[in-house]
T-cell receptor, first 113, second 112 residues
Framework: KNQVEQSPQSLIILEGKNCTLQCNYTVSPFSNLRWYKQDTGRGPVSLTIMTFSENTKSNGRYTATLDADTKQSSLHITASQLSDSASYICVVSAKGNTDKLIFGTGTRLQVFP | NAGVTQTPKFQVLKTGQSMTLQCAQD?????MYWYRQDPGMGLRLIYY???????DKGEVPNGYNVSRLNKREFSLRLESAAPSQTSVYFC???????????FGQGTRLTVV
């Protein structure tokens, strides 16, 4: 069964600190992996999209990594800001079935001053 | 440029009532989607439309119908609402099958 699992479920950090969120998936055959940020009461917004051949992608203070061999991805947030408080969702699509995205349940990040 | 616009933002229905959730996108995307988001679960696909005039069932289609009215608009209808349909509904669009998906702001629906 195609699944996407994220850890931790929730995380609290102080402003200015770094953090790393994890995503493990069992989707096969793999097409691409996406990280989304979802603010409370809003729709998800795309941060990065990575294909099989990409192992690192950055978007400002957000850096995503992908290990297609171990089927793991991570999202690293550098120098966190209060505005980083949100849920971060890992999403995987399967080759040949890319209209159907498989969503993780998300990591709820809270950044405190 | 509004992106993906959903209406309404909030709705309360009584069991058995019907309603239509509206979605429009101004990015000229071919693919449009309806998802529901429930606590502790990832977004689940209800229906999608790969192009104007075509629709297909997703993971949780029971109790819903959709209409791809034209390239811009994709509506979701609940014919007889049930409490199990209490959820947050998101519409999304993307350019093609591998393109980035853009989401609306969501509709919070409560069925009592």
């Amino acid at each position: 069964k195609n699944q996407v699992e994220q850890s931790p479920q929730s995380l609290i950090i102080l402003e200015g600190k770094n953090c790393t969120l994890q995503c493990n998936y069992t989707v096969s055959p793999f097409s691409n992996l996406r990280w989304y940020k979802q603010d409370t009461g809003r729709g998800p917004v795309s941060l990065t999209i990575m294909t099989f051949s990409e192992n690192t992608k950055s978007n400002g203070r957000y850096t995503a990594t992908l290990d297609a061999d171990t089927k793991q991805s991570s999202l690293h947030i550098t120098a966190s800001q209060l505005s980083d408080s949100a849920s971060y969702i890992c999403v995987v699509s399967a080759k040949g079935n890319t209209d159907k995205l498989i969503f993780g349940t998300g990591t709820r990040l809270q950044v405190f001053p | 440029n509004a992106g993906v616009t959903q209406t309404p933002k909030f709705q309360v229905l009584k069991t058995g009532q019907s309603m239509t959730l509206q979605c429009a996108q101004d990015m000229n995307h071919n693919s449009m989607y309806w998802y529901r988001q429930d606590p502790g679960m990832g977004l689940r696909l209800i229906y999608y439309s790969a192009s104007e005039g075509t629709t297909d069932k997703g993971e949780v289609p029971n109790g819903y119908n959709v209409s791809r009215l034209n390239k811009r608009e994709f509506s979701l209808r609940l014919e007889s609402a049930a409490p199990s349909q209490t959820s947050v509904y998101f519409c999304a669009s993307s350019e093609g099958r591998t393109g980035e998906a853009f989401f609306g702001q969501g509709t919070r629906l409560t069925v009592v």
